[in-house]
């Protein structure tokens, strides 16, 4: 499978963002999605990630209650909708999936997915 992230910008604090991750040569139905995101000088660390299958989902302590991950099966895409943005969210989002997916067991670490899209940078000005 082939993922197309995208919807990076600049923004303000306290301001929204959509990011969407489309998928291209497999249907997601059996896949496991997430994003991740790297500041500059740190390592990529975990930020939601969604269960094709039932919609299980599953977020960073950090983003928790303002980051909403959601999928579109027609469009076989997944979003991450971004609220009250802050300056330390700043980084560059990737999505990444990994497929026969039955439980998410490891959905927080990178390792455990197997494809991963080129990254959109996502830049939070105070």
């Known amino acids: 499978v082939q993922l197309q992230a995208s919807g990076g910008g600049l923004v303000q604090a306290g301001d929204s963002l959509t990011l969407s991750c489309a998928a291209s040569?497999?249907?997601?139905?059996?896949?496991?999605i997430a994003w991740f995101r790297q500041a500059p000088g740190k390592e990529r660390e975990f930020v939601a990630a969604?269960?094709?299958?039932?919609?299980?989902?599953y977020y960073a302590n950090s983003v928790t209650g303002r980051f909403t991950i959601s999928r579109d099966n027609a469009k076989n895409t997944a979003y991450l909708q971004m609220n009250s943005l802050k300056p330390e969210d700043t980084a560059v989002y990737y999505c990444?999936?990994?497929?026969?997916?039955?439980?998410?067991?490891?959905?927080?670490?990178?390792?455990?997915?197997?494809?991963w899209g080129q990254g959109t940078l996502v830049t939070v000005s105070s």
């Open positions: 990444a999936a990994r497929s026969k997916v039955v439980s998410g067991a490891y959905y927080d670490t990178p390792s455990w997915y197997g494809y």
């Open positions: 969604i269960i094709w299958s039932g919609g299980s989902t």
């Open positions: 040569g497999r249907t997601l139905s059996s896949y496991a």
